[in-house]
């Protein structure tokens, strides 16, 4: 008896230490990233992507040289944007885009600046803008040599460009598949967004942040106007589990399929324990709309409608590059029956519909979805 009792109380010291050492190590991991993470706070972009170059076996700084000049033209891009009230850049160009939507000059503006910028890094040997109908190849021997691709909406929200409320940019960079030497091609885009090794946004709001990954946690970095330089403000953003915001254009109501419309009768009934009634937050730029949630903790939602049986957004330059972060940041990015990092682009601008937001939020529509 007195021996069983001698074996166990070892057998359970044992297991006690073990448990312990795991809890510590845990812990302790999550002091390091989180001090690293500390020591990186008011840093600027440039430094920040230096510093974390070492991160990446193999890095040659190509990837960091992007990154930084997408900074530069995000700059550019913002100046405008801060003073489109005083020069003639606001309204329409008289141009349709690829989609047949009215162009507004500040688009065309942005993306002639995203395209000069990514042509000039020398890294990227391709583009794909919501404003061009075709892939914009950059035919040079540097950039034929370019090792990454660039999907970019260079100016998201621009329905809102003109009554100065917040807009963005959205991109997301690929490895080319194509033989490099040779200019890009369409197949280079249309890839799997798991296959990002990058992806971000611009907002334009009432300060300027750039926001991004590259598959090891999201960082964000406000722009500090006296110094011009996007300096980390947001280390290792994660995003609430569940939150209490949901975002979905309330006026298409009547096109939506029943568990969407069920979904959002769920979000009005009375709960104290899941916070409900939720509130009602859409602001009608996308970047805007998820910045806001991913902070906050929230979901939002472009489901296909009667009229658009595939939604409205862009599975290359919204829908990916903004479920790369939301995932990395703990959330979750649907078309309502898969996962949106795992479709497969037919068409550069193929559109898909986006429920993305907080894990439990986007779960719970899917339950709807799937009880329909
Ligand atoms: P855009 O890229 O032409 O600006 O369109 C995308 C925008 C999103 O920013 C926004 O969430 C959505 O379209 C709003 O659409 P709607 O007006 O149908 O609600
Ligand atoms: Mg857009």
Redesign the pocket.
């Known amino acids: 008896m007195l021996v069983n009792v001698l074996i166990f109380g070892r057998w359970f010291w044992s297991i006690c230490r073990k448990t312990s050492t795991i809890i510590a190590c845990y812990i302790n991991a999550k002091c390091l990233k989180n001090n690293a993470m500390k020591e990186y706070l008011g840093m600027t972009l440039n430094e920040f992507i230096i510093r974390r170059q070492s991160d990446f076996k193999y890095a040659t700084g190509e990837l960091s040289r992007l990154l930084s000049h997408i900074g530069v033209a995000a700059k550019i891009v913002n100046r405008e944007v801060n003073k489109a009230g005083l020069v003639d850049i606001l309204g329409e160009v008289g141009t349709v885009n690829t989609q047949g ?1 009215a162009q507004q000059k500040l688009d065309v503006y942005a993306d002639s600046q995203f395209i000069h910028a990514l042509r000039a890094s020398g890294e990227v040997c391709g583009m794909a803008s ?1 404003e061009d109908d075709n892939i914009v190849t950059f035919d040079n021997v540097l950039a034929n040599d370019g090792k990454y691709i660039v999907c970019i ?1 260079p100016l ?4 809102n460009i003109d009554v100065n409320v917040s807009i963005g940019t959205i991109f997301s960079i690929y490895r080319r598949i194509s033989e490099r030497g040779h200019k890009a091609e369409e197949k280079d885009f249309l890839q799997e967004g798991l296959k990002q090794v990058a992806g971000g946004y611009v907002i334009y709001g009432s300060s300027t942040m750039l926001v991004y990954t590259t598959g090891r946690g999201v960082n964000g970095f406000t722009l500090d106007p006296s110094i011009g330089e996007f300096c980390l403000s947001h280390a290792d953003i994660r995003t609430p589990e569940s939150g209490a915001i949901y975002s979905i ?1 309330e006026g298409y109501y009547l096109k939506f399929e029943d568990a969407i419309k069920k979904y959002i009768k769920y979000t009005q009934e009375v709960d104290k324990q899941t916070k409900r009634p939720y509130k009602a937050r859409y602001i ?4 805007a ?1 998820f910045h806001r949630n991913l902070l906050k903790g929230g979901i939002y939602i ?1 489901p296909a409608t009667a009229d658009a049986p595939n939604g ?2 862009r599975l290359l330059y ?1 829908a990916n590059p903004l479920a790369f972060v939301v995932e990395q940041a703990g959330g979750m990015a649907i078309n309502g029956k898969d996962r949106i990092l795992d479709m497969k682009p037919q068409d550069l601008h193929q559109r898909t519909p986006l429920i993305i937001g907080s894990t439990n939020m986007v779960n719970k529509v899917m339950e709807f979805i799937e009880n329909k």
């Open positions: 939507e919501e909406d998201d929200g621009s329905s254009n009608g730029s996308l970047v709309d472009y409205k957004l919204e």
